[in-house]
């Protein structure tokens, strides 16, 4: 009997025993065979998955640069915090924000017996996330000002660990960092010294985050356009007023308090409409006794990713609330809010592919392919070292707009970076979310298929990437505010800039391995000048371009002034490595006529085919 004919013989054996329950003539030798055969179905390798590191001391870039950035002694002062949070942030915050992932918040609205109740629940993990930010300062570092001016760049730098870790508790913190910003640029803390405070405190138990309450049902940027709510003042005290509106998009709708905008109404009740009419109010969501304050909440949006925060639609039905700014002054007290916002924007943008390459760079020394292991195959370790390139530049950018910032908050910022911030805020925000989501998707393609396996954590990442080109401001809406910062000062951020860019290529074109790309950069800054100065009607269609070749532009410098001071050859090939792409899209695009197409040309080519007689108007209705 041949081999093939013993084994299908056993095969018809064990069938039959298993089907009659004879087991009594089952030999040993064939309990044996067979199991073999049964454990060869399954196999004996397992992947081993990617291990964390601590997020401070695997980052020498973020290091280096901050060694060159701050004085030894407050380097000193806060390393030892930072080795210990990045550690942190590795093992048990991070086991939090996975437990936020799995445990989504939902909506009790009402009791089995109909009685309201309208109580968002969230999971113990994002309670916890709570305290662990206000017992690390997430907030109160920046405010504390124990390092002056540095203090701002030390709260990002803990940010930028604790955003991928924090189960999207960074967004509360964004918003909660964004009213405190408020209250302190707006000279309100002698009336508001009490919420300011608790805002800004290390205690978890007085500690409260703040929602942004301002997109109501006409939804986008056009806050002018869009508010709808209105306030009517309460007799016998001028700056306490109930208000009635709609909410559309209120994040952190289980906050303490809330920042919103509203219109005043007249005895007549008539509002003034446009920016003019806009009024900035306070809330407490909840009164003495624990009940919403005039509130429902309506529903929980059902949202592609950020689903871990609670987003609700709420109905603000005779809520009482505290008028901060002064009438038709909402506008303008939101600027600075924005700063602060979009600034947490880009910590997250450049977190996010931070924490992926990491993950990345592990799992390419363990994983094995055609005879050895990912990291020494040239094509994906050229891939990586393209995406740190990229991270390594949006990790200066946000370092560069954080410092600025802290010398803002001490109000000792010189002209020349007031201006570049300004200028360079919106370019970095749409600029790092453009890029995170991109990035987050090729990190993904460095696990395989288990970079879309929902148990490995993974493609979490790139569903909630995808908000941050969204939040704040669309791509296009900030690149129209690239703009608006040029012309609101008269072209000073531009002659700023360009200031800049020529005094770091001077500088450093004394070092050898540099002076290439400092020719090249400085050649390429004149000419996106040039095109400004020539081509002025066509910066609007060129916005997004445009402000692509800024960022570029800047980050190069940054890149280069670094390199030149740390004299470091790993970040004078970051350098070469930044440079190794179109600097100037809008220019590159101009050559090519791409904007001298007319505007009818182009509503033709998107337009073809659409009938608006044929539109089936029920299509996204649910």
């Given at each position: 009997m041949n081999f093939y004919r013993l084994r299908t013989s056993s095969l018809t054996c064990l069938r039959h025993n298993l089907r009659f329950g004879n087991f009594r003539n089952y030999s040993k030798a064939n309990y044996t065979a067979t199991s073999k055969f049964s454990q060869s179905k399954v196999g004996d390798f397992t992947q081993d998955s990617p291990h964390h590191e601590n997020a401070f001391l695997s980052d020498q870039f973020l290091i280096r640069n901050m060694q060159r950035i701050m004085p030894t002694e407050i380097f000193t002062a806060i390393k030892s915090d930072l080795v210990r949070f990045g550690n942190r942030v590795s093992s048990d915050i991070w086991k939090l924000g996975q437990e936020c992932a799995v445990n989504e918040p939902y909506l009790h609205k009402t009791s089995a017996w109909g009685k309201k109740v309208d109580e968002i629940v969230t999971c113990n993990a994002w309670k916890q996330q709570k305290r662990i930010s206000a017992e690390e300062g997430l907030v109160a570092i920046a405010y504390e000002r124990e390092f002056l001016e540095f203090s701002r760049l030390y709260q990002v730098i803990k940010l930028f660990m604790y955003s991928p870790s924090s189960g999207l508790y960074s967004c509360p913190?964004?918003?909660?960092?964004?009213?405190?910003?408020?209250?302190?640029?707006?000279?309100?803390?002698?009336?508001?010294?009490?919420?300011?405070?608790?805002?800004?405190?290390?205690?978890?138990e007085k500690f409260w985050?703040?929602?942004?309450?301002?997109?109501?049902?006409?939804?986008?940027?056009?806050?002018?356009?869009?508010?709808?709510?209105?306030?009517?003042?309460?007799?016998?005290?001028?700056?306490?007023?109930?208000?009635?509106?709609?909410?559309?998009?209120?994040?952190?709708?289980?906050?303490?308090?809330?920042?919103?905008?509203?219109?005043?109404?007249?005895?007549?009740?008539?509002?003034?409409?446009?920016?003019?009419?806009?009024t900035m109010f306070l809330i407490k969501t909840r009164n003495d006794d624990g009940k919403l304050n005039g509130i429902e909440v309506m529903k929980l949006k059902n949202k592609l990713g950020t689903r871990q925060l609670p987003t609700g639609e709420l109905l603000i039905d005779g809520a009482l609330a505290e008028k901060i700014s002064d009438p038709g002054r909402g506008i303008s007290c939101i600027s600075s809010m924005l700063k602060i916002t979009r600034l947490h924007n880009v910590i997250s943008s450049v977190a996010g592919p931070r924490k992926l390459i990491n993950l990345a760079r592990d799992y390419a020394r363990r994983r094995e392919a055609f005879g050895q292991v990912i990291a020494n195959h040239p094509l994906h370790l050229k891939t990586l070292a393209k995406m740190e390139a990229e991270t390594r530049g949006c990790t200066a950018l946000m370092l560069d707009l954080a410092l600025k910032l802290g010398l803002e908050d001490c109000r000792s910022i010189p002209d020349e970076d007031a201006l570049l911030l300004r200028l360079m805020m919106p370019v970095a925000k749409m600029y790092t979310?453009?890029?995170?989501?991109?990035?987050?998707?090729?990190?993904?393609?460095?696990?395989?298929?288990?970079?879309?396996?929902?148990?490995?954590?993974?493609?979490?990442?790139?569903?909630?990437?995808?908000?941050?080109?969204?939040?704040?401001?669309?791509?296009?809406?900030?690149?129209?505010?690239?703009?608006?910062?040029?012309?609101k000062t008269?072209?000073?951020?531009?002659?700023?800039?360009?200031?800049?860019?020529?005094?770091?290529?001077?500088?450093?074109?004394?070092?050898?391995?540099?002076?290439?790309?400092?020719?090249?950069?400085?050649s390429f800054s004149h000419s996106l000048f040039d095109f400004v100065a020539r081509e002025p009607s066509k910066v609007q269609i060129a916005a997004r371009d445009f402000a692509y070749?800024?960022?570029?532009?800047?980050?190069?410098?940054?890149?280069?002034?670094?390199?030149?001071?740390?004299?470091?050859?790993i970040d004078v090939f970051t350098v070469r490595?930044?440079?190794?792409?179109?600097?100037?899209?809008?220019?590159?695009?101009?050559?090519?006529?791409?904007?001298?197409?007319?505007?009818?040309?182009?509503?033709?080519?998107?337009?073809?085919?659409?009938?608006?007689?044929?539109?089936?108007?029920?299509?996204?209705?649910?």
């Amino acid at each position: 009997m041949n081999f093939y004919r013993l084994r299908t013989s056993s095969l018809t054996c064990l069938r039959h025993n298993l089907r009659f329950g004879n087991f009594r003539n089952y030999s040993k030798a064939n309990y044996t065979a067979t199991s073999k055969f049964s454990q060869s179905k399954v196999g004996d390798f397992t992947q081993d998955s990617p291990h964390h590191e601590n997020a401070f001391l695997s980052d020498q870039f973020l290091i280096r640069n901050m060694q060159r950035i701050m004085p030894t002694e407050i380097f000193t002062a806060i390393k030892s915090d930072l080795v210990r949070f990045g550690n942190r942030v590795s093992s048990d915050i991070w086991k939090l924000g996975q437990e936020c992932a799995v445990n989504e918040p939902y909506l009790h609205k009402t009791s089995a017996w109909g009685k309201k109740v309208d109580e968002i629940v969230t999971c113990n993990a994002w309670k916890q996330q709570k305290r662990i930010s206000a017992e690390e300062g997430l907030v109160a570092i920046a405010y504390e000002r124990e390092f002056l001016e540095f203090s701002r760049l030390y709260q990002v730098i803990k940010l930028f660990m604790y955003s991928p870790s924090s189960g999207l508790y960074s967004c509360p913190l964004a918003m909660t960092d964004g009213a405190a910003k408020t209250f302190e640029a707006n000279d309100l803390l002698p009336s508001y010294q009490n919420v300011f405070s608790h805002l800004t405190t290390r205690d978890p138990e007085k500690f409260w985050t703040s929602g942004q309450w301002m997109t109501e049902k006409r939804g986008g940027s056009d806050v002018a356009k869009g508010t709808e709510t209105i306030a009517i003042p309460v007799s016998g005290d001028k700056n306490l007023y109930s208000l009635y509106g709609y909410k559309w998009f209120s994040s952190a709708t289980d906050s303490d308090i809330a920042l919103t905008l509203g219109r005043v109404a007249d005895s007549k009740g008539s509002v003034v409409p446009g920016t003019d009419g806009i009024t900035m109010f306070l809330i407490k969501t909840r009164n003495d006794d624990g009940k919403l304050n005039g509130i429902e909440v309506m529903k929980l949006k059902n949202k592609l990713g950020t689903r871990q925060l609670p987003t609700g639609e709420l109905l603000i039905d005779g809520a009482l609330a505290e008028k901060i700014s002064d009438p038709g002054r909402g506008i303008s007290c939101i600027s600075s809010m924005l700063k602060i916002t979009r600034l947490h924007n880009v910590i997250s943008s450049v977190a996010g592919p931070r924490k992926l390459i990491n993950l990345a760079r592990d799992y390419a020394r363990r994983r094995e392919a055609f005879g050895q292991v990912i990291a020494n195959h040239p094509l994906h370790l050229k891939t990586l070292a393209k995406m740190e390139a990229e991270t390594r530049g949006c990790t200066a950018l946000m370092l560069d707009l954080a410092l600025k910032l802290g010398l803002e908050d001490c109000r000792s910022i010189p002209d020349e970076d007031a201006l570049l911030l300004r200028l360079m805020m919106p370019v970095a925000k749409m600029y790092t979310a453009k890029r995170s989501v991109e990035l987050v998707s090729e990190g993904l393609e460095c696990f395989g298929g288990q970079g879309y396996i929902e148990d490995t954590g993974l493609p979490g990442f790139l569903r909630d990437a995808q908000v941050l080109p969204i939040w704040e401001g669309t791509s296009s809406v900030m690149s129209l505010d690239v703009l608006r910062a040029i012309h609101k000062t008269n072209g000073e951020a531009l002659v700023a800039l360009q200031s800049y860019v020529s005094r770091v290529t001077k500088n450093a074109s004394q070092n050898t391995k540099l002076r290439d790309s400092c020719t090249q950069l400085e050649s390429f800054s004149h000419s996106l000048f040039d095109f400004v100065a020539r081509e002025p009607s066509k910066v609007q269609i060129a916005a997004r371009d445009f402000a692509y070749s800024l960022a570029h532009i800047y980050i190069a410098s940054l890149l280069v002034e670094h390199a030149c001071k740390s004299g470091d050859e790993i970040d004078v090939f970051t350098v070469r490595s930044w440079m190794q792409r179109d600097i100037v899209p809008v220019v590159t695009q101009n050559r090519q006529g791409s904007y001298d197409v007319d505007i009818s040309a182009y509503k033709a080519f998107v337009y073809e085919g659409y009938d608006e007689e044929n539109l089936i108007a029920s299509t996204f209705i649910r």
